[in-house]
């Protein structure tokens, strides 16, 4: 009797580990985009990612909801206001780990999983390093770079503490980006947007248990950020370290392969050094609004919570487009991505151009959220009206530079990217200035910085081959 219950446990484990393995296999996240509906692939790849970037921001709008409501209006501004400080600093890593998932795409595409190993460790370890710097060097400029904002002396408090704590967490944010940018190179931008659903609801309930519960301030929200971003960062290590596929992490074989740390740096630089200038550039824009008051500055920065949010559906498709170009170039179909940036311009424009209308249709209500203080209504409003429209202009410097950016070209986006949105938008706001005396003329400094890139970036993706290119390999 005891044989013959050992005989049928033994068969009840056998049936539950070939339900799982079939589970397993089912389940399993990576996405190879050299093959099927190329137009399928790019929306279920960018619709976790734009999910996903939806709760992202929701740290940064749950932040300053609180301290708009809660807090008050120089909190709000703080708040509101530091991005481009953050962006700076975070900018460069951002456009440089964009560099290792280009590297991990292209190597995914062709087959070369080995490789696609030792990029990951390689880029993990470096962002190891980078966070230790990054870290010191943001708290220890935060002075300056607020200086150089013409923050008000009544918000400068506030937006010192926020920057503080937020740059001494920065290694959390960092390592979730890495990750997720790892995961994403192989196709799988739906864990990166559960765990970023989860932190998103963590930062929720700290806000408002540090803020409302423990009349903690701007201190509370930032605090709440860190350890929501913390937990995004062990969540995605936790799946690269339990990964049965090539892109598996395993701590003790970390360490930095100089042949991958070159093509990372290759790729990545470009973006790196655009993504900080034009940071530093906006550093300058915000000074040129901050002349106008707090109100003005509550009010864009109400703005510049909706404009994350509109900016989101073509930047999710921008980063597929990347994906899926660097994919099917790895496998020498060149046709295939192209045809892929075409239609991810397609369904770029057409959702754009309807998240448009809501928006200036309910402009008022939408900045009432944030702040409700008349006046901060009025100029959150005004921009809204006044600048979303030409929001479609992005989604052509979008998508072509998520393209070259697949393609191992990231030089072209960087140049073009400096010179509209640093150059061309500096020389504007500086003559618009000594023109004028109003703030709508120099808000619409962002609208012809967007025409300028799309125009260049339209005519130089048109003028050279997707296949002339150098992949990484070729480095």
């Known amino acids: 009797m005891s044989e013959e219950r050992t005989n049928i446990e033994k068969q009840n484990n056998h049936i539950m580990q070939n339900f799982w393995s079939r589970i397993v296999q089912k389940k399993k996240r990576d996405v190879d985009m050299t093959e099927g509906n190329i137009t399928g692939h790019i929306i279920m790849f ?21 301290v708009g409501n809660y807090v008050s209006n120089e909190a709000f501004s703080a708040v ?18 964009s560099g290792a ?19 990951v460790h390689t880029a993990i370890a470096m962002t190891l390093g980078l966070a230790v710097i990054l870290s010191i060097a943001g708290i220890l400029l935060i002075p300056t770079m607020l200086k150089f904002m013409n923050m008000p002396a009544e918000v400068v408090p506030e937006a010192t503490t926020y920057l503080t704590i937020y740059f001494a967490g920065v290694i959390g944010l960092m390592l979730y980006n890495i990750g997720s940018g790892i995961l994403r190179a192989v ?15 963590l930062n929720t309930v700290l806000d408002l248990a540090f803020v409302l519960g423990l009349g903690m301030g701007v201190d ?67 000074s040129y609004i901050n002349f106008f008051g707090a109100d003005c500055m509550s009010g864009w920065a109400a703005y510049g919570k909706i404009d994350q949010l509109l900016i989101l559906p073509m930047q999710s498709i921008a980063l597929a487009s990347t994906t899926f170009v660097g994919q099917n170039l790895g496998k020498n179909q060149v046709d295939r991505a192209k045809k892929g940036v075409r239609n991810a311009l397609m369904i770029s424009v057409s959702a754009t151009a309807i998240l448009m209308i809501p928006v200036i249709a309910f402009a008022a209500p939408v900045v009432s959220f944030f702040n409700d203080k008349p006046e901060v209504i009025e100029y959150g409003a005004m921009f809204l009206c006044w600048l979303t429209p030409f929001y479609i202009l992005c989604c052509f410097n979008q998508i072509y530079a998520g393209a070259l950016r697949g393609a191992g070209d990231s030089r072209a986006p960087m140049v073009i990217m400096l010179i509209s949105f640093v150059a061309f938008r500096q020389v504007y706001l500086f003559t618009m200035s000594h023109i ?14 967007w025409l300028l890139c799309s125009l260049l970036s339209a005519i130089y993706y048109h003028s050279v081959k997707l296949d002339k290119n150098r992949l990484v390999e070729d480095r």
Not at 85 to 94: A, C, D, P, R, S
Not at 187 to 201: E, I, N
Not at 252 to 270: A, N, T, Y
């Open 101 to 119: 998932g280009v590297v991990i795409s292209q190597y995914y595409g062709a087959g070369r999983y080995e490789k696609v190993r030792r990029t």
């Open 80 to 97: 509101g206001t530091v991005g481009p400080v953050i962006n700076v600093l975070i900018g460069f890593f951002m456009g440089l780990s």
């Open 220 to 286: 509370g929200v930032a605090w709440a950020t860190v350890i929501s971003q913390g937990v995004s960062a062990v969540l995605v290590m936790i799946v690269l370290m339990r990964s049965d596929s090539c892109i598996k992490f395993i701590p003790r074989e970390l360490k930095l392969h100089w042949d991958m740390l070159k093509k990372i740096i290759s790729v990545g630089i470009p973006a790196a050094i655009q993504m900080c200038i034009t940071s530093f550039s906006n550093i300058f824009v915000q």
């Open 46 to 66: 960018a619709l976790p990612l734009l999910a996903g970037n939806l709760f992202q921001q929701l740290y940064n709008t749950v932040d300053t909801w609180v």
């Open 187 to 201: 196709g799988d931008s739906q864990r990166p947007f559960y765990f970023l659903v989860v932190c998103a609801l």
């Open 436 to 449: 004028c005396n109003e703030v709508i003329p120099i808000a619409m400094g962002y609208p012809a910085g």
